[in-house]
């Protein structure tokens, strides 16, 4: 079967840079997405990682490494409006339509 | 284009009881997806459509049904509601061969 871990909260400073992780374990992998949450909202897309290397959209960055299974988002300049939660999900093959599994997500707090 | 819609925003349901909570979507998306998620937790899927006439089954799909008549229309039924079924519902869509999902604002469900 397919899982994902993240940590469950992180915190941060406004201004600042963070990276939250994630690892899976799944197969018949296709990429890994990033998708935020904040408080009330629903899942928006943030990223897509189907290659390794780094994908940059702006102040969002997304890692992947196929060889170890990991990947994380890394946002720069910090902004209240990050205040969110951020998850990951896997984009793999079931029952012949590829479909996404996401992991429980990482609580993001912003400190001032 | 509207994107995705849901209704209603929120519904309470006694124990036994039935009903329908509806998506719908205006990209002409192939996939077709219902999400449960709960406190703390990542969203689980519990049904997908690959196109009209076509559904499947996903991580928890016990106590729903769905059928998908058009690309337009996802319904998903709760054929006898229990209190374990409280939750917030997210119906989803993309294009099948992209990775970009878009997500509806959510149906709060509260079964006592």
């Known amino acids: 079967g397919q899982s994902l871990e993240q940590p469950s909260e992180v915190t941060a400073v406004e201004g600042a840079i963070v990276q939250m992780n994630c690892t899976y374990q799944t197969s018949g992998f296709y990429g890994l997405s990033w998708y935020q949450q904040h408080d009330g909202g629903a899942p928006t897309f943030l990223s897509y990682?189907?290659?390794?290397g780094l994908e940059e959209t702006g102040r969002f960055s997304s890692f992947l490494s196929r060889s170890d299974s990991y990947g994380y988002l890394l946002l720069q300049e910090l902004q209240m409006k990050d205040s969110a939660s951020y998850f990951c999900a896997v984009r793999d093959q079931r029952g012949g339509a590829d479909g996404l599994t996401f992991g429980k997500g990482t609580h993001l707090i912003i400190q001032p | 284009n509207a994107g995705v819609t849901q209704t209603p925003k929120f519904q309470v349901l006694k124990t036994g009881q039935s009903m329908t909570l509806q998506c719908a979507q205006d990209?002409?998306?192939?996939?077709m997806s219902w999400y449960r998620q709960d406190p703390g937790m990542g969203l689980r899927l519990i049904h997908y459509?690959?196109?009209?006439?076509?559904?499947d089954q996903g991580e928890v799909p016990n106590g729903y049904n769905v059928s998908r008549s058009t690309t337009e229309d996802f319904p998903l039924r709760l054929l006898s509601a229990a209190p374990s079924q409280t939750s917030v519902y997210f119906c989803a869509s993309r294009r099948t061969e992209l990775y970009e999902q878009y997500f509806g604002p959510g149906t709060r469900l509260t079964v006592t």
């Open positions: 990209m002409n998306h192939e996939y």
């Open positions: 990682n189907a290659l390794d």
């Open positions: 459509s690959v196109g009209a006439g076509i559904t």
